[in-house]
């Protein structure tokens, strides 16, 4: 957040940095996936004329989240999968709101063809989300 705007110098490698800790769950309290959920959504609202053409990998590296998630039968407990569910949502939301709708849109193949409630709550407060 000290970066502000200045964060779009650094989005490329940022970006990868992002999708690395979103793809690996890192025990019981998934502390670093929290904070990098934290940390896209301060440079999704800092760097919000640039995410646009990042759409895409984000939703997909998001998704893929939420569905690992959902689908963990490890040791994780239910008050930070929730949180973790909510982080993704809201960048979700984030997302949507700079790119003007445009992850609404892509959406709305994917809970039409869920069938997992968990998964497909995430996806109706998005679309839902004005």
């Given at each position: 957040s000290r970066l502000g705007i200045l964060i779009v110098r650094h989005l490329r490698r940022l970006e990868r940095v992002i999708l690395g800790y979103l793809e690996v769950c890192d025990g019981p309290e998934e502390e670093a996936r929290l904070g990098i959920l934290e940390t896209l959504q301060c440079t999704i609202e800092h760097a919000w004329p640039r995410m646009p053409c990042r759409v895409p990998v984000l939703l997909t590296a998001l998704l893929k989240m939420i569905w690992d998630v959902h689908t963990d039968q490890g040791s994780t407990p239910e008050p930070v999968k929730a949180a973790l569910l909510q982080g993704a949502t809201d960048?979700?939301?984030?997302?949507?709101?700079?790119?003007?709708?445009?992850?609404?849109?892509?959406?709305?193949?994917?809970?039409?063809?869920?069938?997992?409630?968990?998964?497909?709550?995430?996806?109706?407060?998005?679309?839902?989300?004005?």
């Open positions: 960048c979700l939301i984030l997302l949507d709101r700079c790119s003007e709708g445009q992850v609404k849109v892509l959406l709305e193949g994917v809970c039409s063809s869920c069938e997992e409630n968990r998964v497909r709550e995430c996806i109706r407060k998005v679309q839902e989300h004005t």
